[in-house]
């Protein structure tokens, strides 16, 4: 089996308590089994009664979702056979033929469409083509022309094929708004019809679920967008582990995907936003950005470290010009459903969610592999969201 490469995005809601109204969570409400294309998984924070643990049935149940259950499950959804399970791809349907019979086997109510598991959901693929599309920067009258893959890679606008966007810069620290936290970056700052320059990350000082929440770079865009912003920039911490240029270049490579709604306009992070133009900035071009700067990027790094917020004038002008190819895609969610037990609280819904897709094959590593098999992004979650599902239908009054 190739390397289980994996990405280092996440989604994470901002979350509130969830407190169970009956001493037995199997016996709450009716449960849902969404496995997807989408990385929508969300991790609230959760109170459960210490109850649940006495039932000796539920106990077992629970001790019977095992590390070698799981790694079973991985071991099929991360083969080289399921060529890393791309939406839209021979590979995905695979992976979607082995989560049904998977799903049919504990028997569960499928809750698709025409009986089926599967909901449909129809795509765009969109990708940058590089060598028609750039990036320049304009202060003091010189203009500097930037290379794409080197300096500077672009995320594909999927609303127009060619697009180009010219702002002054603006510097909003993380670009994380707040205020309800005691953080916010943007306050007393006018970014309207700016593009926006942000580290990438979150304040250290927020709790770790809103931190998680506020590094998302989909709720960046968000905020960005609602202000008026027509662009964005990101850069990040020199050395950081976390975001290597090279990976970060081949995820660009990729393209993303946005959803059509019934009227076939892209829906989504690149579908909704007014954002024109986005780019995530190599080192180089980021200290380029800051030569004309009245706070040097030493001292950014210093006062992001300590969660100050921040937000300047660069005095510099970007122009982002990009073009994308658009390619439609059909993929589908698989949703199954299992009756509570409980007969006014069968009507509530507890949902389970992971994604089956992974970034399928591209740039090969080191040692030629070209297959991203997502062991853990997100075969792990898929597995362990068949496990759960099979421990549930266990229950003898779940």
């Known amino acids: 089996m190739g390397n289980p490469r994996h990405s280092e995005s ?27 294309f989408l990385s929508t998984s969300c991790t609230p924070d959760m109170t459960i009664d210490s109850e649940i643990f006495t039932d000796p049935e539920i106990s077992a149940a629970m001790e019977s979702i095992t590390p070698e259950a799981i790694e079973g499950h991985i071991r099929v959804l991360a083969d080289d056979n399921l060529e890393g399970r791309a939406p839209g791809t021979e590979g995905y349907e695979r992976a979607s033929l082995y989560v049904e019979s998977e799903l049919q086997k504990l028997g569960l109510t499928p809750m698709g469409s025409e009986g089926t598991f599967r909901q449909s959901v129809p795509l ?35 609303n127009q094929t060619e697009i180009s966007v010219t702002g002054e810069v603006v510097f909003v620290g993380y670009g994380v708004s707040a205020p309800e936290l005691g953080y ?56 950081d582990p976390r975001f290597r240029w090279d990976v970060g270049v081949a995820r660009s490579r990729r393209g993303g995907f946005a959803w059509l709604d019934e009227s076939g306009s892209p829906r989504g992070r690149s579908g909704d936003s007014s954002i ?7 080192h180089s071009l980021a200290n380029a950005l800051f030569e004309n700067s009245p706070v040097p990027i030493e001292t950014v790094f210093e ?36 009756d509570g037990a409980d007969p006014e609280l069968k009507e509530e819904h507890v949902v389970y969610v992971a994604h089956i897709d992974h970034f399928g ?10 297959i991203y ?13 068949l496990e759960v599902a099979r421990a549930y239908s266990e229950l003898t009054n779940a």
Do not use: C
């Open 124 to 158: 765009q693929e969109s990708i940058v083509n590089e060598s028609e599309s750039g990036l320049s920067m304009t202060a003091n009258n010189e203009t500097k022309i930037f290379t794409y893959a080197e300096d500077f890679t672009l995320s594909p606008n999927a």
């Open 303 to 338: 006062a992001a470290a300590v969660s100050t917020p921040q937000a300047f004038d660069l005095h510099s002008t970007v122009t982002i010009t990009t073009t994308s190819r658009h390619r439609s895609v059909s993929s589908h969610n698989l949703i199954a459903k299992m």
């Open 276 to 282: 024109l133009g986005s780019a995530n900035l190599n």
């Open 10 to 36: 996440s989604t994470v809601s901002k979350g509130k308590s969830l407190e169970p109204t009956d001493g037995k969570l199997g016996q709450l409400s009716t449960i849902l089994f969404l496995a997807s």
């Open 184 to 239: 916010d970056d943007y306050a007393d700052t006018d970014v309207t019809g700016k593009i926006i320059l942000y580290l990438s990350g979150s304040p250290a000082m927020l709790p770790s679920t809103q931190r998680a929440y506020y590094s998302s770079g989909a709720v960046k865009n968000e905020e960005a967008s609602a202000r008026g912003a027509v662009g964005m920039m990101s850069f990040t911490y020199p050395e």
């Open 373 to 385: 098999n997502g062991a853990h992004d997100n075969a792990s979650g898929t597995s362990i969201v």
């Open 361 to 370: 094959i591209g740039a090969p590593d080191e040692e030629g592999d070209e």
